[in-house]
């Protein structure tokens, strides 16, 4: 800053004398001078020229130093011009009139030129400095601007990706903060080729973009292998392999994922690092707490990591309430959270369920906290499973290849049922039938009846008749894992045949098991449309197949699909 | 200094203490309190959260940071004197898991 930078000086002077003898000083000093010889004049050549400093005399005619200085303050706007007033007055109410009209300074004649030297150095010092500090608010909100609209774009983007599941199917409801996904919060529901509903509500570590990357790779894995008819354990391990590969190791997803069986009456649930969910049964009105088993999505290896998920019943109107930490993180102005006992308090003051997320976030507000950006709330209930329609599955091929007439067995023995799950891959092999397609979601709730039929009372043995009430139901699920880990033998086969009969065709499904076999008739003799938490899985396939049958003592099931001509 | 960090004597036993809220502006304090010029590791490290009074997500990614420094599976860290309310933080992350809390 010594070496001063040229600078150009207008001096506003009505003596003609005067007004040489400070050019010739000001000039002498490196810089460029304009003159002006009365105010009126100054504020012309200030509007044409520019100049970067003005030294002003008070009295002029035509129009004084006072109004010329108001006028050029006024065009120079934010601009920072320096006024140095040049006066003879001395009588301080004057002088304070030249820094009240807009001046910076004022310089007593006769003029001292190493004293001007110094004002206009400092003012120069003054000028650069506001002209630095424009610059960078300038800089700042064409930042902040280029932020907001690459966030418009992304949650635009991102919006359609998350509503192209079925966020808005009758039995979900959720709130969550318009920019909650650019503090890590993501929520996503879609149907499975059954009809069941899978849910996820995570939450990454972060703020902002950073916490927003992770959200598209994760979305991706849930729709694609929930439509492809994965369970929640083969798409737990895939998002977190994903997520642990492509996130750095300080970032996770914290995460409870849901699968809603409409038919089974169940929810089966997964909750890594998320706050207690809670399903609340309306017949008794108990809350029972979806409780943090797991370490969040993306820390652990692929070997390491636990997809044990847990399985509760579950009536009609039932409610399964997640939510993210924002919601009990939220704090008033005293650093005071919010917590769960307030959130449990309004839980009890609750008197229509179905306005309960608005209760909550009225009680967040009265809780005076500052709003956050990151409160998510979705609760998810129980409908009959004819009130909801999972929307057809849209498919883009010609349909010229498909296969009419074929057969096809599976053997999966031990060491393959502990960990994989056929019914993605049958499905996706019978789906090649074109007339098969219209009946894909009853042909998945069937295969997978069968499945998991023969591998839970077959292989497994277990009893079906525990799950008649709610604690038998976590009892036989604990048992389920058990066994399947100790699992050393056994089978599940399965037989497909598809055979085209006139213009359509007929597919015959058998699954075989390796177990004990069961009581044919008794299961038989049962209503078909029992609302008891066990054994619905025989009426759902006599429901949904055709001639449904068992034979070798239960051991061996047979049912059939068919289908006319196509249009 | 909100994140200080001792060596034992002999070297084989780093402690790490942190004031405050612990929390995504620490992150900087925190790394440097382990990353070491001569980038050997002691083989355990303490994390102290006596005078802790928050800990959020970011806090546990650095955390994890620590873990994958100090060798991941084979790290030896034990996070100690934490209040009721870290601790429940810890607990609803399942970071027992991965740390031994105390």
């Not at chain 1, 010329?68 to 004057?94: D, H, M, N, Y």
């Not at chain 1, 310089?107 to 150095?121: D, H, Q, R, T």
């Not at chain 1, 077959?458 to 709610?470: E, F, I, P, Y």
Request: proline share 4%; charged share 25%; aromatic share 8%.
């Amino acid at each position: 800053m010594q070496s001063l930078e040229p600078l150009t000086i207008l001096i506003a002077e009505d003596c003609a004398a005067d007004r040489m003898l400070l050019s010739h000083i000001v000039r002498r000093q490196g810089h460029e001078v304009l003159t002006a010889a009365h105010g009126a004049d100054a504020v012309d050549t200030f509007r044409q020229q520019r100049p970067h400093l003005v030294l002003m005399d008070a009295m002029m005619p035509v129009m004084d130093g006072f109004e010329a200085a108001r006028q050029i303050k006024l065009l120079a706007g934010e601009t920072l011009v320096p006024i140095i007033f040049l006066t003879s007055l001395s009588e301080s109410e004057a002088l304070a009139r030249c820094l009240e009209a807009g001046g910076d300074d004022f310089l007593a004649k006769p003029y001292n030129p190493v004293i001007l030297a110094a004002k206009i150095k400092a003012m120069d010092r003054l000028r650069r400095l506001q002209a630095t500090v424009l610059q960078q608010r300038d800089l700042i909100a064409r930042h902040h601007e280029y932020l907001l609209n690459e966030q418009r774009v992304a949650k635009a983007v991102f919006d359609k990706v998350a509503h192209s599941g079925c966020l808005s199917a009758p039995n979900i409801r959720y709130l969550q903060s318009p920019y909650a996904l650019f503090n890590g919060d993501l929520l996503l529901a879609a149907f499975n080729p059954a009809g069941d509903m899978h849910v996820l509500l995570g939450d990454f570590t972060g703020h902002g973009l950073p916490a927003a990357v992770g959200a598209m790779p994760l979305a991706e894995v849930f729709y694609g292998m929930t439509a492809k008819g994965y369970g929640l354990p083969e798409t737990l391990r895939e998002m977190n392999a994903k997520l642990k590969r492509i996130l750095p190791v300080d970032m996770f997803c914290c995460a409870t994922l849901l699968c809603l069986s409409f038919q089974r009456r169940s929810v089966e649930v997964w909750n890594g690092g998320m706050p207690d969910g809670y399903l609340h049964a309306i017949a008794t009105g108990e809350r029972k707490p979806l409780t943090s088993r797991h370490l969040p999505l993306g820390v652990l290896s692929p070997q390491t990591f636990d997809d044990r998920t847990e399985v509760f019943p579950m009536a009609v109107g039932d409610r399964v309430f997640l939510l993210s930490d924002g919601v009990i993180d939220t704090c008033d102005g005293d650093e005071q959270l919010f917590g769960v006992e307030r959130l449990r308090q309004v839980f009890v003051a609750n008197r229509q369920p179905d306005t309960l997320l608005e209760e909550i976030e009225q009680a967040l507000r009265d809780f005076g906290g500052d709003a956050r950006d990151d409160v998510s709330m979705v609760e998810v209930s129980l409908l009959e499973a004819a009130q909801l329609s999972p929307p057809a599955l849209v498919y883009s091929d010609s349909g010229q290849s498909c296969p009419l007439d074929w057969s096809a067995s599976f053997e999966f023995r031990a060491a393959t049922l502990k960990r994989f799950n056929p019914l993605p891959y049958l499905l996706q092999l019978l789906l090649e039938v074109h007339g098969l397609r219209a009946q894909s979601g009853a042909l998945y709730s069937v295969l997978s009846e069968l499945y998991s039929n023969a591998l839970e009372h077959g292989v497994l043995g277990l009893d079906s008749s525990l799950k008649r009430d709610a604690s038998g139901f976590a009892r036989y699920y604990l048992q389920r894992n058990e066994r399947l880990d100790a699992l050393q033998d056994g089978y599940v086969r399965v037989h497909l045949q598809v055979t085209p009969e006139g213009k359509g065709g007929c597919l015959t499904v058998r699954v075989e098991d390796s177990g004990k076999g069961f009581d044919v008739a008794r299961a038989l003799e049962r209503p078909l449309d029992g609302v008891r938490l066990s054994g619905r899985g025989v009426s759902l396939v006599r429901q949904l197949g055709r001639n449904a049958s068992w034979s070798d003592e239960g051991r061996s099931a047979r049912v059939e699909f068919f289908w006319e001509a196509l249009a | 200094m909100t994140v200080t960090a001792e060596l034992s004597r002999d070297g084989k036993q780093l402690t790490i203490s942190v004031k405050g809220r612990f929390d995504f502006a620490k992150h900087l304090e925190f790394r440097k309190s382990y990353e070491r010029k001569d980038g050997k590791m002691p083989k355990s490290v303490v994390v102290d959260l006596k005078d802790a009074t928050y800990l959020d997500s970011s806090a546990l990614g650095m955390l994890l940071l620590l873990r994958d420094h100090s060798g991941g599976d084979r790290s030896d860290i034990r996070v100690v004197n934490s209040s009721s309310d870290v601790r429940k933080i810890l607990a609803i992350s399942n970071f027992d898991k991965l740390f031994d809390i105390s």
